[in-house]
């Protein structure tokens, strides 16, 4: 438990300078903690000013503090530092630089010194920490990047950082080519800009705590989609397989009612025939008799005449009639019949299933781009005969829609707009669902979205497109657009430059586009809402107007 403790307060151990685990820990006066070389190497570049200040709270020192080790703090560090070498993973160990005043077997160098250019063993190193004359040379981490710390032009120690240039620079070049410039000591530049690091880390760290318990929860949602999926497909297997069932018995049903039927109707027919083949023979043997009778005596035939007189079965003889329709055909019709209705409630039925497994999404899709993406949720609509307006004209398998001043001679029905020209689509739109119409005329057209049961008699604004909640509305004219929803009416900012417009319709998102069409997609509005029963394409149609679908 205290290990782990320990690990948990890592960062609290860390130098603000190196932002490494501390190294021989010292506090100073203000009470901040460094590592005696990070601190050292702050103060050895503040000798010159001969005033000294914490890298941390900028707290300002004079003369310069002594520092110790903290023993305490020093002996934690030591414990800290070993869970962190069993922690590192194996490709995170470093190469260990060698000591360069060390010959035949090389030591282990421990600290490389930036004035001398080369690393030192714990033994030859000595000398920089006894000798007066080492006071001022710069120890660090033992690097074999020591030439990198050299300015160039100087060969001097780069130990200023110039911010206007964002460089790190030796003391010639801050009093040449960056003279006037901001600038601050190699150490403090590295301090803050370790801090501004940090936060980035942590910044970083954070996205991948949210990045994790995103692909934790896709993971789940990825899961229970796989079951749903898995639990649907069994359940329309059954489903399927009951409707299978009951067709089948509805089959068996019309075959043993048809053989049922042709049994009794041959039943009868043999039966009568019976009877009749039984009269064929009386009549062919009282037939014999009468010729028999006519070569008879005169006394003989005048005696057996009046026996003879009645003919066998002679009042059933015009008692039979066949019926005009033997043939079956009217049943193959009808059942042709039920099948075409069965397809085509299939097709519209399995069209709305269809639509309900494509909106269920792990991750919601986004509205698509191009054309060539929108006709992938491309609807075939046709416009319904039963809603038109008896003064609007509909032509090409009910796909184009005109206005006539002549009424037509449409049944009366209770779907039908009696007042308003407008006409609704047979189908409905659910799911993702795009669709194109191209429209002409002077006096323009509206193109609509709306609920089943929006009122069709009268001239109320309940009976007419997108001035009520029922319905959506967009006005092309040839040279302006307008939407409208209830009372609110939005002019759009756009000249027609098309006479295609494209609707989408994402029913689930709450979402309803309209787009001109051309070469490029240019979207004229954009509606978002929540929808609460399935959308019916519909269409106003003015004086001299049309829509072709």
Same mark, same amino acid.
């Given at each position: ?139 660090? /981490?033992?690097? &074999?990047?020591?030439? +990198?710390? !050299?300015? %160039? ?5 780069? $130990? *200023? ?73 069994? /359940?329309?297997? &059954?489903?399927?397989? +009951?409707? !299978?069932? %009951? ?5 068996? $049903? *019309? ?73 079956? /055909? ?220």
């Amino acid at each position: 438990m205290a290990e782990t403790n320990i690990l948990g307060l890592q960062d609290q151990f860390s130098c603000p300078i190196c932002l490494d685990l501390l190294k021989d820990p010292v506090t100073i006066l203000c009470g901040h903690t460094f590592c005696m070389v990070c601190i050292n190497g702050c103060w050895d570049q503040e000798d010159q000013k001969g005033v000294y200040s914490c890298p941390q709270c900028k707290e300002t020192f004079t003369p310069r503090p002594v520092v110790s080790k903290n023993a305490v703090l020093a002996e934690v560090m030591e414990k800290l530092m070993i869970e962190h070498q069993a922690r590192r993973p194996a490709h995170c160990s470093t190469v260990t630089e060698e000591c360069d005043i060390c010959t035949g077997k090389k030591s282990k160098a421990i600290k490389s010194c930036l004035v001398c250019l080369a690393s030192f063993c714990e033994t030859h190193l000595q000398p920089h920490y006894e000798s007066p004359a080492f006071k001022k040379h710069k120890l660090v /981490e033992a690097s &074999r990047r020591l030439q +990198e710390q !050299i300015c %160039s032009q100087h060969d001097k120690l780069l $130990e *200023v950082y110039c911010c206007n240039d964002q460089q790190c620079i030796c003391m010639l070049c801050m009093l040449d080519t960056h003279k006037g410039h901001d600038t601050v000591s190699a150490a403090e530049a590295s301090a803050e800009k370790k801090k501004q690091l940090l936060k980035t880390q942590r910044k970083c760290q954070q996205r991948i705590l949210d990045r994790e318990k995103e692909h934790q929860e896709l993971s789940e949602a990825v899961e229970f989609y796989e079951r749903s999926a898995q639990k649907a497909v069994q /359940e329309s297997e &059954r489903i399927f397989t +009951e409707l !299978i069932r %009951s067709i089948e018995r509805r089959r068996c $049903e *019309v075959t043993a009612l048809i053989r049922a039927q042709e049994k009794a109707a041959v039943s009868r027919a043999e039966e009568v025939m019976k009877q009749l083949e039984q009269e064929i023979a009386e009549m062919k043997r009282r037939d014999s008799e009468l010729e028999e009778l006519s070569h008879t005596d005169p006394i003989h035939f005048l005696q057996s005449f009046p026996s003879l007189l009645d003919i066998p079965g002679s009042a059933d003889v015009h008692s039979i009639e066949l019926s005009p329709f033997l043939s079956l /055909e009217d049943v193959t019709a009808f059942v042709s019949q039920l099948r075409d209705k069965v397809e085509k409630f299939c097709c519209q039925e399995f069209r709305m299933v269809s639509n309900a497994v494509k909106e269920i999404q792990i991750i919601p899709l986004p509205e698509p781009k191009s054309r060539e993406k929108f006709l992938q949720y491309s609807c075939q609509f046709t416009l319904d005969p039963d809603t038109v307006n008896k003064h609007l004209c509909l032509s090409e398998r009910n796909t184009v829609v005109t206005c006539s001043e002549t009424p037509q001679s449409y049944s009366v029905h209770p779907d039908r707009f009696d007042y308003y020209l407008q006409v609704l689509c047979t189908e409905s739109v659910c799911g993702r669902c795009y669709w194109e119409l191209e429209w002409s005329g002077h006096h323009g057209v509206s193109i609509a979205v709306s609920y089943k049961n929006i009122s069709r008699k009268g001239k109320g604004t309940e009976c007419l497109f997108g001035r009520n909640d029922q319905s959506w509305r967009l006005f092309c004219y040839p040279s302006c657009y307008s939407f409208r929803h209830i009372k609110k009416e939005i002019k759009i900012p756009v000249m027609p430059s098309s006479s295609r417009i494209g609707v989408y319709v994402d029913h689930r998102a709450g979402t309803l586009s309209f787009y001109s069409v051309s070469d490029t997609m240019k979207l004229l509005h954009r509606v978002h809402t929540t929808f609460t029963q399935p959308l019916y394409p519909g269409f106003v149609v003015c004086k001299g107007s049309a829509i072709k679908l």
